[in-house]
C-alpha cells in the first residue's frame, strides 16, 4: 500500500488539509499510484470524513504520543514548516514536500524551508503558489 502522509504537528493549517483533501487532488494523488491518505489535522477546525473503497483509503485523526509509525510507512510527507516535523521525517530519510502556512506571523517557516531546500534535502511551496522553485511542474497547488 503506497501512501502519503500529512501532517500539520500541533498546529491548524486548515488551508492544507483542505487542500489535500479536496476532490481534485484525492484524484491527483490516486493517479500518481497512491492509495493511501493519512492526515494529521492538530487542532484545525477541517476536518475531512475518513473513508475508505476497494481502492483508497483516507485516515483523519488530531494528535498521537509519536508520528514516528506514520512516518515510517509513509511514501511521501506532506508537512508544514515546523522544524521538529521537518527533522523527523528527514531523519526517516522519506521525500518531503514542505507547504509553507503563510499566515504565521514573521514567516520563520519560510527560511526554514528555503534552506532545507537549498541544501537539497526537500521541496516547498505555499498553498497558493502551484509549482516548487527549481521546477517546472506543478507540485502542489490548492487554487
Known sequence: MKCVFVTVGTTSFDDLIACVSAHDTLQVIKSLGYNRLVLQIGRGKVVPEPFSTESFTLDVYRY???LKEDLQKADLVISHAGAGSCLET???RKPLVVVINE????????????QLH?????FYCTCRVPTCPGQASPCFSCS
Request: hydrophobic share 30%.
Open 103 to 114: 499566515k504565521l506571523m514573521n514567516n520563520h517557516q519560510l527560511e526554514l524551508a528555503k
Open 90 to 92: 528527514l531523519e526517516k
Open 118 to 122: 537549498k541544501d537539497g534535502h526537500l
Open 64 to 66: 498521537k504520543d509519536s
